[in-house]
C-alpha cells in the first residue's frame, strides 16, 4: 500500500489502511496541537490523560480520515473537528478566564468536547464505510451506533450515499458522541446536570447550547479561523487492488447509468428490474454491455467475479457470495448473511414445492412451517440463473428509481416480463440499508 495526504474527495475503488487515532496524531503538526492542547486546557496532567487525550483518540478512532463535507475547502473530519474545537477555546478564552477555577476547567472541557463532536454524525450521513480485507472484498458493513472501527477491522473502503440530511446527522450525532467520549469525561461534565444539557444542546445547535452558558459561537468566525490554522493533510496508506478494481468500474458505471436513464428500468426488454425485493439485473446482458463501453476489461465473467466481492448485494447463508436467483431449480437452499440488506445469519432450506419469494428473507418466515405465500415479485416468475439483488438505496440519486412507478408499461411475454408483475413504490427514509417496503 501507498502512503498519501488524503484531502480529496473518497474513490469508491480504494482501500483504506485503519489507522489507530494516537498514531493519526503522531504528525508532526498534530504533536504540536497536543501540547498546545496541554496548556490550554488548564488542567493538571493526571486529569488531561483521563479526559482530553483518550477523546481525542477516540475521535480518530472512529473518524480515521473520512473527509469533512459542505464546506468550500476539504479537509478531513478528523483535522477539522480539532481546528474547530481550537477555536472555540481561543474565542472564549476572555469569557472562561473570569470564571473561578473549578468551574473555568470544566467549561473548557465542554468547550473543546463540544467543538470536537458537532458533526461528528457526518460519518454515517452521506457515505457508507464497507470493511474489506486488503484486496477490497467486503467482510461487513461498519455500524458507527454500535462502536469504533478500529477495534473491528484492518481495512475499509467507502461509499457514497445519497445524504440523509440534516435531521439525521443531529439525530445521530449526540450518540456518536456519546460513544466517543471517555468515562471520566461524560462523569466530570454530569456533575452539573445543567453543564451536561448544555453539552448535549451544543452538539446539536452550538449556537444554542453555548449561549445558555453565556459563551460565543460564531458560526462564520470559528469556520474562518480554523481555516486559517489547519492541520496538516493525515497521511495514510492507501490502495487499489487489481483484485477488485473491475468490479469497482462496473458499480461505478452502472450508477451513472442508471442515474442517468441510460439503462432502463421495468421496460420491455430491459436489463434492470425494480421489484419489491430490490433492484434486480440481468447479469450476462448487463455486464457484456459493460465490456463492450470499456476495451480494458474483455471477459464479463472477470468482472462479475469481482463485483461478487463488493457487497453490494443480498448474500447467501452459505458464503460471501450473491443471493442468485436459479430458474427451475427442485431444491435450493437459501440464508441470510451480512449484507447492506440483513444483519443476522438465519438459514434455512426450502422444499422442493417452495419458490424464492419477497417474504423469504423474515425471520418469521424463516421460522415458519407455513408455506410461503406468492407475492407477484420474484415468486411468480421463472428466475434464470445468477441474476442479481442490488440495494436501490446505494444509488445517490434515488429519483432515479422512484420515478420508475409510472413509467411502468404491461407486459404479457418474456421471461423478464414474467419476472416484474408488479412495482413497489419505494421508501427512501432515514434507515439507510433496510428492507423496501411493499406497496399497501
Same mark, same amino acid.
Given at each position: ?10 474513490? &469508491? ?12 496524531? *503522531? ?22 490523560? &483521563? ?47 473570569? +470564571? ?40 461487513? @458493513?461498519?455500524?458507527? @451506533? ?73 458560526? &462564520? ?70 465490456? +463492450? ?43 441470510? *448473511? ?33 408455506? @410461503? ?6 415468486? &411468480? ?60
Amino acid at each position: 500500500m501507498s502512503q498519501e495526504k488524503i484531502s480529496q474527495r473518497y474513490k &469508491e475503488s480504494i482501500v483504506y489502511q485503519v489507522v489507530p487515532g494516537r498514531v493519526l496524531l *503522531q504528525q508532526s503538526s498534530h504533536q504540536e496541537y497536543v501540547d498546545w492542547l496541554r496548556v490550554a486546557s488548564g488542567v493538571d496532567e493526571a486529569l488531561f490523560n &483521563e479526559t482530553y487525550l483518550p477523546l481525542v483518540f477516540r475521535f480518530g478512532d472512529f473518524v480515521q480520515s473520512l473527509p469533512q463535507t459542505g464546506l468550500h475547502w476539504e479537509d478531513s473530519i478528523f483535522n477539522y473537528g480539532l481546528a474547530r474545537a481550537k477555536a472555540l477555546l481561543q474565542m472564549n478564552d476572555r469569557a472562561l478566564s473570569k +470564571k473561578n477555577p473549578t468551574e473555568q476547567a470544566v467549561l473548557r472541557f465542554l468547550v473543546f468536547s463540544a467543538g470536537l463532536l458537532y458533526e461528528v454524525g457526518l460519518v454515517a450521513t452521506d457515505r457508507k464505510v464497507f470493511i474489506c480485507n486488503d484486496k477490497g472484498e467486503f467482510i461487513k @458493513l461498519w455500524e458507527p @451506533l454500535i462502536g469504533d472501527i478500529v477495534s473491528d477491522a484492518k481495512y475499509y473502503k467507502v461509499r457514497n450515499i445519497h445524504d440523509l440530511g440534516h435531521s439525521y446527522m443531529s439525530a445521530v450525532t449526540p450518540l456518536l458522541a456519546k460513544n466517543i467520549m471517555p468515562d471520566n469525561g461524560l462523569v466530570w461534565l454530569n456533575e452539573s446536570p445543567k453543564l451536561l444539557l448544555a453539552w448535549l444542546k451544543a452538539l446539536v445547535s452550538p449556537e444554542d447550547g453555548f449561549s445558555d452558558l453565556g459563551l460565543d459561537f460564531d458560526r &462564520e468566525k470559528v469556520n474562518k479561523a480554523a481555516k486559517k490554522d489547519r492541520l496538516e493533510d493525515l497521511i495514510v496508506k492507501t490502495s487499489e487492488p487489481e483484485e477488485t478494481l473491475a468490479g469497482e468500474m462496473f458499480w461505478k458505471w452502472l450508477k451513472e447509468q442508471i442515474e442517468a436513464k441510460k439503462i432502463s428500468l421495468n421496460e420491455d426488454g430491459s436489463m434492470a428490474y425494480l421489484v419489491q425485493e430490490g433492484l434486480l439485473l440481468e447479469h450476462e446482458r448487463i455486464f457484456r454491455d459493460f465490456t +463492450k463501453a470499456f476495451s480494458e476489461y474483455r471477459d464479463w465473467i472477470v468482472v462479475y467475479k469481482q463485483f461478487n466481492h463488493l457487497g453490494l448485494t443480498r448474500l447467501s447463508g452459505q458464503d460471501y457470495k450473491f443471493e442468485q436467483y436459479f430458474s427451475d431449480s427442485p431444491h435450493k437452499t437459501v440464508g441470510r *448473511q451480512t449484507s447492506m440488506f440483513s444483519i443476522d445469519n438465519k438459514i434455512t432450506t426450502l422444499p422442493k414445492s417452495r419458490k424464492v419469494s419477497n417474504k423469504l428473507f423474515s425471520s418469521q418466515v424463516l421460522n415458519s412451517q407455513e408455506p @410461503l405465500p406468492h407475492q407477484n415479485s420474484l415468486s &411468480e416468475s421463472r428466475q434464470m440463473q445468477g441474476h442479481l439483488l442490488l440495494n436501490p438505496h446505494m444509488f445517490i440519486n434515488p429519483a432515479a428509481l422512484g420515478a420508475v412507478n409510472s413509467q411502468v408499461k404491461p407486459q404479457s411475454k418474456g421471461v423478464m416480463s414474467r419476472m416484474v408483475t408488479r412495482l413497489l413504490s419505494i421508501t427512501v427514509g432515514l434507515s439507510m440499508g433496510a428492507d423496501i417496503l411493499p406497496p399497501k
